[in-house]
DNA sequence: GCGCTTTTGTGAAATCTTAAACATAATATA
DNA sequence: TATATTATGTTTAAGATTTCACAAAAGCGC
């Protein structure tokens, strides 16, 4: 359905070429050239030609790429078009602040459930969401039909929280545990760990 | 001083392998191979001995890898033996997540300012610190000597915090704000966006 | 319309990264 | 002590990714 054979490096990029694009498209900027984005962005206006070419040709040789156009085909490509539906497992400080998060509306995604197994907290309000036991992710997830998660609890709870939303059928796991989890083939995670990105940067002190 | 020429991208895993080491060492455990520590984290054995033979030979044949040696070994190689101050730009619901995150401790670094440019906001506590203005980042920043910041404000502020986190002295830079920001040369900048990693996977779906 | 400039999409070349394979060393077994 | 097993560090090969370079197309000015 995508395309056949796209590397994950280049589908990991267009992300950012959108994030760009559609703040350029804010700005009210109507076209742009790989050469423009790529200094914007960091990126060699070849590799980002290279890597929208795997998808298609959206660009006009003399002017450059239209930049709403080419926003709504990276929507498309990432399917993200609609506001898709995310669970959030756990209500701590973290939760609370991906809660209150204005970021996501907008850009695809939507926290619509959120859980967490402090009995201190179930069943208390969390933003318009009442917080919800973690015992039953396996199955309100399944039946709302949610492929997207975010794991917000600490490390040692993280991979329990894991198997219980594959279990739900959950296909893509943000995880904010300092823990690499194991999943089953086809279930996607990524990681964010503040600490392991400083650490990337000390090195070069 | 770190060694000669190592890939950005081995640098990129070291961290990994120091969490995950760091967990084994508080479980008790004495040694592991690279073929264990390689399952543990979806990586091959060959690449992380391949890795950690760029800055020497922690292993012995037969055995494996002393944990707690090889910890100790790199913290010493990402210069996180002793706790770093970082500088906190941005007291919102995410600054308040950070500053409470007990996950810094230990590993290498610790919030010791915390800035914001909203009137409301400075002069107030949060955690243990004052609140301080944003338009002092600059003198109190350099006046510290602190190299590590980590950036959580609205991306319409970011790229004024990071040219004032510059200007300051600072060489690495967290940033929570969802915009490529301009350092100059030999300021390192690392990125967190939940979209941006949530929209890395809707593309599988 | 005609040259001049700009910029795309792409095949080929160069570079970088990962995986495989193996000699060597340490340990365990008997 | 000899043999079998395990696992490192390193060399070599394979694979992946990025950069380069250029033909083709589009716009602009005159």
Do not use: C, W
């Given at each position: 359905?995508?395309?056949?054979?796209?590397?994950?490096?280049v589908v990991s990029r267009l992300p950012l070429y959108l994030r760009a694009l559609s703040f350029l498209a804010e700005e009210g900027l109507q076209v742009i050239s790989s050469k423009e984005l790529g200094h914007k962005?960091?990126?060699?206006?070849?590799q980002i030609r290279k890597d929208l070419s795997h998808f298609g040709e959206f660009g006009k040789q003399g002017t450059g790429y239209n930049i709403q156009y080419?926003?709504?085909?990276?929507?498309?490509?990432?399917?993200?078009?609609?506001?898709?539906?995310v669970a959030l497992v756990g209500a701590g400080d973290l939760g609370r602040a991906l809660m209150h998060?204005?970021?996501?509306?907008?850009?695809?995604f939507r926290?619509?459930?959120?859980?967490?197994?402090?009995?201190?907290?179930?069943?208390?309000?969390?933003?318009?969401?009442?917080i919800l036991d973690s015992e039953s992710i396996e199955t309100i997830v399944a039946d709302?039909?949610?492929e997207i998660a975010i794991v917000a609890v600490p490390a040692e709870a993280a991979q329990e929280v894991v198997d219980a939303l594959v279990r739900a059928g959950v296909k893509a796991i943000l995880n904010y545990a300092p823990i690499t989890v194991k999943v089953p083939e086809g279930v996607h995670v990524q990681y964010i760990d503040p600490v392991i990105h400083l650490q990337r940067m000390t090195y070069y002190l």
């Amino acid at each position: 359905m995508p395309a056949k054979d796209v590397p994950d490096i280049v589908v990991s990029r267009l992300p950012l070429y959108l994030r760009a694009l559609s703040f350029l498209a804010e700005e009210g900027l109507q076209v742009i050239s790989s050469k423009e984005l790529g200094h914007k962005l960091g990126i060699s206006p070849a590799q980002i030609r290279k890597d929208l070419s795997h998808f298609g040709e959206f660009g006009k040789q003399g002017t450059g790429y239209n930049i709403q156009y080419l926003r709504d085909q990276l929507r498309r490509i990432l399917k993200v078009t609609e506001e898709r539906e995310v669970a959030l497992v756990g209500a701590g400080d973290l939760g609370r602040a991906l809660m209150h998060y204005g970021g996501f509306a907008g850009r695809g995604f939507r926290i619509s459930l959120v859980f967490d197994n402090n009995p201190q907290k179930i069943g208390q309000k969390m933003g318009p969401f009442e917080i919800l036991d973690s015992e039953s992710i396996e199955t309100i997830v399944a039946d709302r039909g949610i492929e997207i998660a975010i794991v917000a609890v600490p490390a040692e709870a993280a991979q329990e929280v894991v198997d219980a939303l594959v279990r739900a059928g959950v296909k893509a796991i943000l995880n904010y545990a300092p823990i690499t989890v194991k999943v089953p083939e086809g279930v996607h995670v990524q990681y964010i760990d503040p600490v392991i990105h400083l650490q990337r940067m000390t090195y070069y002190l």
